[in-house]
RNA sequence: GCCCCAGUAGCUCAGGGGAUAGAGCAGCGGUUUCCUAAACCGUUGGUCGGAUGUUCGAAUCAUCCUUGGGGCGCCA
């Protein structure tokens, strides 16, 4: 709020003064506070381009700005920085006009309703979801969310591969528990078969139902009907464990169904005809090193059969036919050598390569009692979503992902997800909620808590505490379509936890509720209680619960 | 060998080219007749992996080096 205020201000006053001003200077809150509340670079961004010394140039703006009453100082320090000290009077203002917007605080038309779809978790159907799955959900979602809540049109959609290899590979696997479970001898287990315990419970849920019957089906009859019951179970699974992580998808796109409606086909003959397909030793191939790939890629394999590219690119054509302007992929730590073939592919179509963007979340490790906790997919020994989940809960799930930034490691530490005391930063912020939650009880119960709350009221707020709560608050919005505009849905949780931290400080020093000044303890209400709408957002938006209790 | 990501306090990590690089935890010392001590206050702690360059200004941008992680399939 304040940030824009006083960037349209400068940019007011530029023109008015007719300076040029084509680099975009910036609104900070800086480090320092001796260096005021709010500072600007703009008399150094813009020396350069008109002509003049950067501290004359900030002397002329500053001249013009200090006629806004709405300014204690505006002041010029260092290199050519403007140092702004802001009215408690803007502050109060600032403070109602939130209040009033209520839960709409922090939206905007920043996206101006673009369509963007983002792609997500999207893993194969052949096992639980895994703890780089919960991150890329966790990410996703809350980016979902942020983007929805400053003026995108977002929608989630997850892609299921449940085609090609993989999936006969689990059928397979699932045969042959099944003939286990028959007491027949499998010998040893094959060793690209999926290992983990889950095959042996689809396998008892199938002999439950079906019995014995499945082997009387001839081979390939049999063979579909396994895939059939694996993939609805596992998919079924799946959707349920994210569901369990308040991760809805607008939509689920099946890679099977994709091929029946003959998009194959399409995509192969749409790159044929942009001259880009050969044929060597049986199988096609896309000349993607024409287009920036470090090696050329097969399309068809020698068996006559389709490689995963194929239908994943003509996915991503259908996400354009749709309307979508901008497709963002969350991937994993191993796709990244698979984005120069399909931004490759763009290129060959005629597409604008730049609406495809590729975000990577890089790996998770688990660490328990300062250990690592070690995994192995093969031996199907793994962590998974929903045992993570399990222990440490939603909450604190999704904080720790949302955390850190996509493109670092994560080091995800279960004990201090699971402590329930200050070193917990999930708690740290849901307490801050809780705490307000209880002052307001409290106010009821001593019935200083008024009917209604009076603008007046504002005014008697002006302790350094009180206003530094009312700043932070009014940096949401500028702070949401920052993080819109560079994905980065991290930074939503560094300020949240630093809100509670002026809250916390503001508790311990200050009396809200006091019999003795009823209209100060009303204004303070009002204060926290808009601290409180405003951590709902936050939360809200990294789809963490706001208890009013804990 | 090639490609991607990371290296910031003892640990986990923030840090839109800007001022004296921050937070939490750990360490040390304090705070509760009072709305939740799941909190707060004080204090110790740094050659921002290394080098060169770009500029008025670099933890931030570029190049090279180094260390760690991941990827280089007619798997997905």
């Known amino acids: 709020m304040i940030k824009h205020l006083l960037h349209d201000n400068i940019r007011e006053i530029l023109s008015s003064l007719e300076l040029s001003c084509e680099k975009d200077f910036t609104v900070e809150v800086p ?158 287990f094959p060793y690209e078969a999926y290992h983990g315990e889950y095959v042996r419970h689809l396998a008892h849920k199938l002999n439950a139902a079906e019995g014995v019957r499945i082997f009387m089906l001839p081979e390939k009859e049999r063979t579909e009907r396994l895939k059939e019951f694996a993939l609805n179970e596992l998919l079924e699974m799946q959707r349920l464990s994210l569901e369990r992580f308040d991760v809805i998808f607008e939509g689920w796109v099946s890679e099977k169904t994709l091929r029946a409606e003959g998009v194959v086909e399409e995509v192969l003959s749409y790159l044929t005809e942009a001259d880009c397909t050969y044929e060597k030793e049986d199988a096609i191939w896309f000349s993607s090193t024409k287009f920036g790939d470090d090696k050329d890629r097969v399309l068809m394999k020698s068996d006559g059969s389709i490689t995963y590219f194929v239908p994943d690119l003509a996915y991503h054509l259908t996400k354009i036919q749709r309307g979508y302007t901008k497709l963002i992929d969350v991937f994993g730590p191993d796709h990244h050598g698979y984005v120069p073939r399909l931004k490759a592919a763009f290129k060959a179509l005629k597409y604008d390569e730049d609406m495809l963007e590729i975000i990577f979340l890089q790996q998770v490790n688990l660490f328990e009692s300062g250990e690592r906790v070690k995994m192995s997919k093969r031996a199907g020994k793994i962590v998974t979503m929903d045992d993570l989940v399990n222990v440490v809960g939603k909450d604190a799930a999704r904080y720790f992902f949302i955390a850190r930034k996509a493109n670092a490691h994560l080091n995800f530490d279960l004990e201090l997800a699971l402590q329930q005391n200050n070193e917990n930063p999930v708690y740290y912020c849901q307490y801050a909620h809780a705490r307000i939650c209880s002052i307001l009880k409290k106010a009821r119960k001593d019935k200083v808590y008024p009917r209604s709350f009076k603008k007046e009221l504002t005014h008697k707020l002006n302790k350094p505490d009180e206003l530094a709560l009312i700043q932070k608050m009014t940096d949401l919005p500028e702070l949401l379509e920052l993080i819109a505009q560079h994905r980065e849905p991290h930074r939503l949780a560094t300020y949240t936890e630093e809100l509670c931290g002026l809250f916390h400080r503001f508790y311990n020093k200050h009396q809200v509720v006091s019999a003795k000044n009823k209209e100060l303890s009303q204004a303070r209400l009002l204060l926290i209680e808009s601290v409180k709408d405003v951590l709902a957002i936050c939360l809200d938006l990294m789809g963490i619960s706001a208890p009013e209790k804990m």
């Open 31 to 188: 480090n320092n506070p001796e260096n005021g509340d709010y500072s600007t670079n703009a008399a150094m961004i813009l020396a350069r381009e008109n002509k003049a010394a950067p501290k004359k140039l900030a002397e002329k703006l500053a001249k013009e700005l200090r006629r806004n009453k709405f300014y204690k100082s505006v002041e010029i320090a260092g290199p050519g920085f403007i140092n702004f000290k802001i009215s408690a009077s803007l502050y109060q203002k600032m403070l109602w006009d939130l209040r009033k917007l209520g839960c709409d605080f922090g939206s905007s038309d920043y996206g101006q309703k673009e369509k963007v779809l983002l792609e997500f978790v999207s893993a194969n159907p052949t096992g639980p979801l895994n703890i780089v799955s919960a991150r890329a959900a966790a990410y996703g979602d809350t980016l979902y969310r942020i983007m929805k809540k400053v003026g995108f049109e977002p929608a989630r959609e997850f892609y299921i591969n449940d085609a090609g290899n993989q999936v006969d590979i689990l059928a397979e696997s699932l045969e042959l528990r099944l003939r286990e479970l028959h007491g027949e001898n499998i010998g040893e």
